[in-house]
């Protein structure tokens, strides 16, 4: 019985799905540039959003009463307050100037090299996967839980924005990217 109700309930599923239509959606080079600046812009914005409240909320939301202040200079502000809370940007610049001049086809050998032995500040999965490129254990074991005591960190999460700013729209390609962009975590 419980197999005929299991395969009633698959059928009905596969019923109610259906191919949809591909849309294309074409953009000019200008446009395309336009939202990629947007995104890095976004993505900019963001980190300085949250500037005021990181790591004051863990393992909780951030409630509504709760003001985060922004005003005009914002920006300029905190990159002179504290420059390494712009991690999730530098750390993806890092990438994008290896891709830029290796070639889209990098490895991740070399990804993580140029990772490993950048000049900036770094703080838990990202600092502890520098340390063990820099000691030989290259990904992915640089950001397994044996040897990152950080692997549980987010590090990947906040510096991923990139790869779709490197293939937009492109699927299959900002996987391939981000299955080379070395894992810290």
Known sequence: MRKIITICIIGLFTLNVQA??????????????????????????????????????????????????WAEGYVKYWWEKKPGLFDDIYND????????????????EEL??????????LAHANQAGRYNIRQGIMPP???????????????????ADFIGLMAPAMLPEALDIASRVPHYE
């Open 112 to 121: 993580a090299k140029r990772f490993a032995f950048a000049d900036y500040h």
């Open 20 to 69: 949809q239509p591909v849309k294309t959606l074409k953009l000019s080079d200008k446009e395309l540039l336009d939202k990629i600046k947007g995104g890095w812009a976004g993505q900019t914005i963001g980190v300085v959003f949250g500037a005021p409240t990181e790591f004051k909320f863990t393992g909780t939301y951030i409630q509504d009463y709760q003001p985060i202040p």
């Open 93 to 108: 610049c890092t990438f994008v100037e290896a891709f830029d001049e290796l070639g889209l086809d990098c490895s991740q």
């Open 141 to 159: 074991a640089s950001g397994h839980w044996l040897n990152n005591p950080h692997a549980d960190d987010l590090d990947f999460q906040i510096e």
